[in-house]
């Protein structure tokens, strides 16, 4: 039934998903620590209105922070990710089991748990989307790392991680036209205006 949590001022350098199991939280208090990156599971609090942020190594927001759908304050001063660009790409090349696995997914081959190994039935199942609308490709294990920034607010534009199931769906890699970029952009700032008429104040300076 916890509704309030504060602990600021703390030499805490990560936060414990655990934290996700209070579906009473409202306000949490995580500033002047050394955190540097947010748990996804977070996003599991969905009673969540105020999470302070600030002072801490914070270069990135996971994603799902977007699915914090009564979240009307975010405070992020004192973070890296507000005074720098943080681009981070990581990309190992898929194992021959997960090509067979984006292949089976792509192609919508037909088959039956029967058909194979339980481990490989539950495999297919841990499919990801890629988010890049012209991509339309899934991954497993082996995805590019991205920072992606966001409008929030029609004011601050907010670092947040996605994946990619590939270095080609990254734009400013991308062979594609600009028209291509400008579309892929276009579709983020659609996803990014959601959550900002969610988000009432987000506080940088």
């Known amino acids: 039934s916890l509704e309030f949590l504060y602990l600021g001022g703390n030499f805490i350098t990560s936060i414990p998903p655990e934290l996700a199991n209070l579906p009473s939280l409202s306000y949490l208090v995580l500033c002047d620590n050394k955190i540097q990156s947010i748990p996804p599971q977070l996003a599991q609090l969905h009673s969540l209105r105020s999470l302070s942020l600030h002072n801490n190594l914070l270069t990135y927001l996971p994603r799902e922070i977007l699915n914090l759908v009564h979240l009307e304050e975010l405070s992020l001063r004192g973070n890296p990710l507000v005074v720098r660009f943080v681009r981070d790409l990581t990309y190992n090349p898929p194992s021959l089991q997960e090509l067979a696995g984006r292949t089976i997914k792509t192609r919508s081959v037909p088959y039956a748990p029967s058909d194979l ?27 590019v790392r991205q920072i992606k920034f966001v409008d929030f607010c029609g004011k601050y534009r907010l670092p947040l991680m996605h994946y990619l199931c590939s270095p080609e769906c990254s734009s400013p890699c991308s062979s594609a036209s600009q028209s291509s970029t400008s579309q892929s952009e276009s579709d983020s700032e659609d996803e990014a205006s959601v959550a900002a008429r969610r988000m009432q104040k987000v506080l940088l300076g």
């Open 117 to 143: 190994p339980e481990n490989l039935v539950r495999y297919l199942s841990l499919a990801s989307n890629c988010p890049n609308p012209k991509c339309g490709g899934v991954y497993f294990d082996s995805c």
